[in-house]
């Protein structure tokens, strides 16, 4: 316990050093900094993106916004906010970054782009241009307010990054330029960010098969070899969580104490399990690579049931997992380490709801990889006023999470109002949610 204090004093102290370094980095605009406190442009990017981050209220307030009218528009907000952690600077991303940042706006090459796997990504860009000359950081803040104020806006259908808990690094690339507008060609700033999660799309794929597994087993026969009969079903669904992820990167290869990882990360549960499977599986697409590690993964854990509980705990409500594949031309050589545990409800007047949204492409009903639908927006409708209360954007496995009051009718649709889909879900508890949506 004592550790886990000092590690949630650390966090604490993190964000007001932040604060107070960023107090004094930060100056009105067009102003120049002293060459003492200045740092590289990429640096002041991710140091404004994470001053946003530890405050994103009291920064709305410094742009003119009024904080009780936001938390009335956006009521969501206040629980979201306490989920935000300071972005980590990759140097992938960086790469990433600089790539797509690269092209000479007066060329006609290809632009450059680079694949990823991560279960959630995004990005912000910009173009500012000017006469003679304009502060980098300037530029920036521009930027990056634009980009705030969008997903502050409630009928915002778009990513929200900046304020986004599931984004957890961070890569820029900035560079001066000169860009052509009606008036001829100005100077110019580049900017541009990448952020994604911490977590791989195929990692997110098989969390999404458990759960599905979890809330119906009776199903399993249509996409699993194996008999689930034996399980009851209707257990609730268990919720991405990074401090078991960070956990079980660590188990992917050392023996440790799992409980202690996990509180050292900050897991402030008292009760986790862990399980682990290693395959050595013929090439294949990452999805496919998914299905084969989750079928692993289940009969291993059937076998050891009910001595091993490690994901058929009707009481889990949080998981971490974590995917190493080391490939060569031949076969794929694939580990896996899932760690679940559980987390008490601090505010039980609200539940979540981990969400699945797939195309359903061999017509089955139920969800396999390569079916699910990405960076489709999802509109909640409260049904006691028939008013949308909230918008999210499911991520590259298709998933979304949502945090809602109890006892309230909801309506979970996705498309365009003349072509709606969705379902209706009556949220007293946390709840797996499903949706077949045409491709």
Known sequence: MKKLQNIWAQKI???VCLVAAFSVLLLEPGSAPAAATRISNE?????LVNHIRVDPLGYAERLGYNRLSLLQQLPWLSGALHDLDLLSVSDFLNQQATALNSTDPFATGPVITVNTDYASAG???GVVSFNNFMDPWEA????????????LDPAYEGKRIIIGSEYKLIGTSFRAGRSQVRTGPKNAYYLFITFASS???SEVQVVNMINQLRANPSDSYKYLSLNTGFLSGGYGPLFLNDALASTARIGLSALIDILAHARY???PGIHVADSSVIETLPKADPG???LWMFSSFILNEIKSYPARNGIFNPDWNEIGPALYNVSNPAYDHVKMTVVSGRTENQTPEVSRVYGVVFTDIDLNGVYTPGEEAQDRVISVYDMRTRARIRTVVTNMAGQFSLSLPNNVEYSIQTGAETNREGKLIFLTTDRYFDLVVKK
């Open 288 to 290: 496919q690579l998914a």
């Open 43 to 47: 640096e002041y990017v991710t140091a």
């Open 265 to 267: 990360f900050g897991f």
């Open 199 to 201: 977590q791989l799309k």
């Open 13 to 15: 102290w993190i964000r």
């Open 123 to 125: 990005d912000v860009s």
């Open 140 to 151: 920036i803040g521009i930027v990056i307010n634009n980009q705030f104020k969008k997903e």
